[in-house]
């Protein structure tokens, strides 16, 4: 069965620092697609960055960059340059196909904390 | 366009109310979903529409029914709820089931079930 796990349940982080968000997950599929989803207190969840499994590059969005390890099946986001707009609920996504269509699986999130 | 609306933003209701949320799209996209979000938790998908037709339910209670009367247009019909469905419900679209593209979320309604 996939599962996505992310261990850290709250993390903090300076205002202008570097924070990564662990992410790890579980599939017997070769193909696959990852993403990491923000969601900001009272805010909608909307899409920060997503990684193809057959891409070995990393992705990269501006201040948000991935480090993928499909050996060690290891997705964890790095936010650089921290802003306060970037508190928010984390969650890791992978997503699988079934019943002819789309679902994710998320995992338990991460709520990231920036100080001023 | 790249909105995903939902109405109402809060709900409250009694347990032996009839109630829906509603969902809509004009993105063209031809998959939408019901998420259901408890507070500090991920969302559990409850249903998956694809091109209007049900594809996917989640072992959800018959106390919570579907609906998709068009493309753009998802309904989720509520009747004889229990305190523990309340939540956050959400829902989303992408562009085809069966596409690599993302999920946009509508901001979600809060019910709370008296």
């Known amino acids: 069965a996939q599962t996505v796990t992310q261990s850290q349940p709250e993390m903090s982080v300076q205002e202008a620092e570097t924070v990564t968000l662990s992410c790890t997950y579980d599939?017997?599929?070769?193909?696959?697609?990852l993403f990491w989803y923000k969601q900001p207190p009272s805010r909608q969840m909307i899409l920060v960055i997503r990684q193809e499994a057959y891409k070995q590059q990393n992705a990269t969005e501006n201040r948000f960059s991935v480090n993928f390890q499909k050996a060690a099946k290891s997705f964890s986001l790095k936010i650089s340059d921290s802003q306060l707009g970037d508190a928010a609920m984390y969650f890791c996504a992978y997503r699988i196909f079934t019943s002819g269509t789309y679902k994710y699986i998320f995992g338990t999130g991460t709520r990231l904390k920036v100080l001023a | 366009d790249t909105e995903v609306t939902q109405t109402p933003k809060h709900l409250v209701m009694g347990m032996t109310n009839k109630k829906s949320l509603k969902c809509e799209q004009h993105?063209?996209?031809?998959?939408m979903y019901w998420y259901k979000q408890k507070a500090k938790k991920p969302p559990e998908l409850m249903f998956v529409?694809?091109?209007?037709?049900?594809?996917i339910n989640e072992s959800v209670p018959s106390r919570f029914s579907p609906e998709c009367p068009n493309s753009s247009l998802l309904n989720l019909h509520l009747h004889a709820l229990q305190p523990e469905d309340s939540a956050l419900y959400l829902c989303a679209s992408s562009q085809d089931p069966s596409s690599y593209n993302e999920q946009f979320f509508g901001p979600g309604t809060r019910l709370t079930v008296l």
């Open positions: 529409y694809s091109y209007e037709k049900l594809s």
């Open positions: 599939t017997s599929e070769s193909d696959y697609y």
């Open positions: 993105m063209g996209h031809r998959a």
